[in-house]
C-alpha cells in the first residue's frame, strides 16, 4: 500500500538534489497542450518525453513544459525544442515513439531529427 | 476526444488559465450515471461571456481562450442523453466565492458514451504542468471513492516542488493503487 510516509522518504531524498539541478537546464521541451494539441494525442506525447527524458539521465540539462495554441493546429501534437543560442525546432504530428526517438537523438546525441520536423511536411 | 479524461484535461487547463488556486475535479459514478464536475475558484466569466462559450463559434479574444473545449465537452455529454452545466461568478458579483463550476452528466449505456480512460494520467499531467496550484480529485462509485488532495501532499512534502518526478510516478502509483480497489 502507498503511503504517506514514502513520500515523506522521497522529500528527504530530493531536498538534497534540489540545489544541484537549479541553472543547469539548457535544453526547453515544449508540448502544445490546448483543445487541439489534447484532442492529437499531445498527453502521452508529453509523458514519453518526461519518461525518456529521465530514463535517459538528462533532467538536469532538460526540462519539459506545456504551451497552449501555437496556430498550427493542424500539426498537432506540435513539440518546440529551444535551445542555447535561440535555435528552436519544431517537431509536427508527434507520437509517443517519435518522442523517445527525439530524446535519444536530438537530446542526447545533439542531431535534429529532420524527418519529424515542420519543415519535412 | 477519445477519452472523457482528456475533456477533463482539456477544461481543468481553462481552470488554471484563469488564475484559480484550487480546481476540484469530482466524479461520481452509478450503474447508469456518470457526472463530471470541474468547480475553480479562478476568476469567473461575466453573463456575457458565459452565454456565449458553448458556441464553437464565438470567438472574439477575450473568450479565445475557451475556444472548442467546451463545446466538445457539451457535445460529448448530449450525445448520450446527458447535458452540460456552467455556472460562474466573476469577482465583482462574489468576491467571496467567485470562480466556476462545469458539470456534466453522461448516460454510461447509451451506445455513444465515451469512455473515462486514462484519468490518472490526466490528472499526473496536470498536477506536473501545475505545481503550484492545488487540485482535489474525487472518484465516487458504489460507495467507494479514489481521492487526491495536492494540499495535503504539499504541506507533506514542504520545498519539494509536486512537479518532481519521482513524486508524480507516486501520485500516479498511489492513484492507480486506489482505483484497483475501486
Known amino acids: ?121 | 476526444m477519445k477519452e472523457l479524461s482528456l475533456n477533463v484535461l482539456d477544461i481543468t487547463e481553462n481552470s488554471v488559465k484563469a488564475g484559480a488556486t484550487l480546481t476540484e475535479i469530482s466524479i461520481t459514478e452509478t450503474d447508469t450515471e456518470l457526472i463530471i464536475s470541474i468547480k475553480d475558484n479562478g476568476c469567473g466569466m461575466s453573463e456575457e461571456i458565459l452565454m456565449s462559450v458553448t458556441d464553437p463559434f464565438y470567438t472574439t479574444r477575450t473568450t479565445r481562450r475557451v475556444g472548442l473545449g467546451i463545446p466538445l465537452f457539451k457535445l460529448a455529454a448530449e450525445m448520450t442523453g446527458g447535458r452540460l452545466e456552467i455556472k460562474s461568478r466573476t469577482k465583482d458579483m462574489d468576491p467571496e466565492g467567485h470562480g466556476t463550476a462545469v458539470t456534466a452528466y453522461f448516460f454510461k449505456n447509451h451506445i455513444d458514451f465515451t469512455p473515462l480512460g486514462d484519468i490518472v494520467s490526466t490528472l499526473t499531467t496536470l498536477i506536473r504542468g501545475h505545481a503550484e496550484v492545488d487540485f482535489l480529485f474525487t472518484h465516487e462509485k458504489d460507495g467507494r471513492c479514489v481521492t487526491l488532495d495536492t494540499r495535503e501532499l504539499r504541506a507533506m512534502l514542504e520545498d519539494v516542488p509536486l512537479d518532481t518526478y519521482e513524486v508524480i510516478k507516486w501520485i500516479e502509483g498511489y492513484l492507480e493503487e486506489q482505483y484497483d480497489n475501486l
Open chain 1, 1 to 121: 500500500m502507498k503511503s504517506l510516509a514514502e513520500l515523506q522518504a522521497i522529500k528527504d531524498k530530493m531536498k538534497s538534489k534540489v540545489v544541484l539541478r537549479e541553472g543547469t537546464n539548457e535544453i526547453r521541451v515544449v508540448v502544445g497542450m490546448a483543445t487541439c494539441g489534447i484532442a492529437a494525442g499531445a498527453r502521452p506525447v508529453l509523458n514519453a518525453f518526461v519518461e525518456a527524458v529521465n530514463e535517459a539521465g538528462l533532467a538536469g540539462e532538460v526540462t519539459v513544459s506545456q504551451t497552449g495554441c501555437i496556430g498550427i493546429c493542424q500539426y498537432e501534437p506540435v513539440v518546440e525544442v529551444f535551445e542555447a543560442g535561440n535555435k528552436k525546432t519544431t517537431y509536427v504530428k508527434m507520437t509517443p515513439e517519435k518522442a523517445k526517438t527525439v530524446v535519444e537523438k536530438h537530446l542526447k546525441g545533439g542531431k535534429v531529427v529532420a524527418e519529424f520536423t515542420i519543415e519535412s511536411k
